[in-house]
């Protein structure tokens, strides 16, 4: 009975829209070229075992102390996260699909988790999609979208289903989700973007940053509807402006959705470095992407910027990551053995 399966994800950025998706406007998400992977095994008992072999997670202290004692520490919370998604997401297809058995999970990852770049999600659909198929079952991908979002719900409490969407169907997605429902369209028609992305320390959850915003807006009320609502006008220009290749106008459209961001409070002066080396060394245009309070920035630039863009993260100690956009979604095969 059932059989060894590989699956892999992509991670993701977020290129408009984040935040105001919450509030019923729409986002621009793209896929990224660097994955998860899961590997599963069928078992013939219910015992569930997982072995995390590289999550690529930053801030690997090492201290030296007074008595020349090496310690070395990670960040342990980020692994366990991505371990207590892979366990509800097993759980959740067990009593979708009445299944009695469990499964050796292995997985891995080429992004750092926890970094804003979608790996929940990714970590999510792949264990899904693998955990499935080893037992036998072939889950369509609406039904692996829904059973990631659901797997993010439970672990995090708060999530729009962006995430879920992009791991699953890859490309550019457009996305609107009204609080309980969701649709979104497959943006074929976007050309090559080419891309830089900064990696700084992120320093607090996506939950947190979204009830920061809340706060904000219950506080001033229709001004923080006005503030959304200019976002979601940012992301209708920006979905022409992808679809007909126009850079600059992406560029500047960014440059629009970081400040309303900044203004809404998501932003950190990390993440506003990132975002002004990019520009000062010739992007048309960048944003912090996701849910901000440390994490990522993106920045749209003409290809021959991109070196120098790159060395300038570096000197800031931000960690670039370089990758192209718009690659497949879900992968799944059969492990040869
Ligand atoms: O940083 P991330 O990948 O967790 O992005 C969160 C995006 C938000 O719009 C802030 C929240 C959501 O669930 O859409």
């Keep these: 009975m059932g059989m060894e399966i590989v699956a892999s994800a992509p991670g993701k950025v977020t290129l408009f829209g984040e935040h105001a998706v919450v509030y019923g406007e729409p986002a621009i998400v793209a896929s990224i070229d660097k994955r998860v992977y899961v590997k599963c095994k069928p078992r013939k008992d219910n015992i569930i075992t997982i072995s995390a072999l590289n999550l690529n997670v930053p801030g690997i202290i090492l201290t030296i102390d007074k008595d020349g004692e090496i310690k070395l520490e990670t960040d342990y919370g980020k ?15 067990q009593e979708f699909l009445d299944i009695k058995y469990g499964a050796e999970i292995t997985i891995s990852s080429e992004m750092p988790v926890g970094a804003g770049l979608g790996t929940s999600a990714a970590v ?14 072939d889950l369509n991908l609406k039904d692996i979208a829904r059973l990631s979002w659901q797997t993010e719900l439970k672990v995090q409490g708060i999530a729009s289903p962006m995430d879920s969407t992009i791991a699953t169907y890859g490309g550019f997605i457009y996305l609107r989700y009204d609080g309980k429902d969701f649709e979104f369209e497959n943006m074929k028609g976007v050309g090559e973007l080419p891309l ?33 609502k200019l976002i979601g006008r940012v992301v209708e220009l920006a979905k022409k402006a992808l679809l007909t290749n126009d850079l600059k106008t992406v560029g500047e459209l960014m440059n629009i959705n970081h400040g309303l961001l900044d203004t809404l409070g998501v932003s950190t002066k990390e993440l506003n470095d990132i975002v002004y080396i990019m520009r000062g060394f010739g992007a ?27 060395a300038a993260l570096k000197l800031i100690e931000a960690t670039p990551i370089e990758t192209s956009i718009g690659g497949k979604g879900l992968k799944i095969g059969k492990l040869k053995t």
């Design 124 to 137: 999510a659909v792949t264990t899904i999609a693998a955990f499935a198929k080893s037992h036998g079952y």
């Design 79 to 93: 692994v366990l996260s991505a371990v207590s998604y892979i366990k509800e997401a097993i759980k959740l297809t």
């Design 196 to 228: 830089v992305i900064g990696y700084t320390r992120r320093l607090y959850k996506t939950g947190e940053m979204v009830a920061k915003v809340r706060r904000l807006i219950n506080r001033y009320n229709q001004l923080g509807g006005d503030l959304v």
């Design 284 to 310: 048309y245009g960048s944003k912090l992407s996701g849910a901000g309070g440390g994490g990522v920035a993106i920045g749209v630039a003409p290809k021959r910027r991109m070196r120098e863009i790159i």
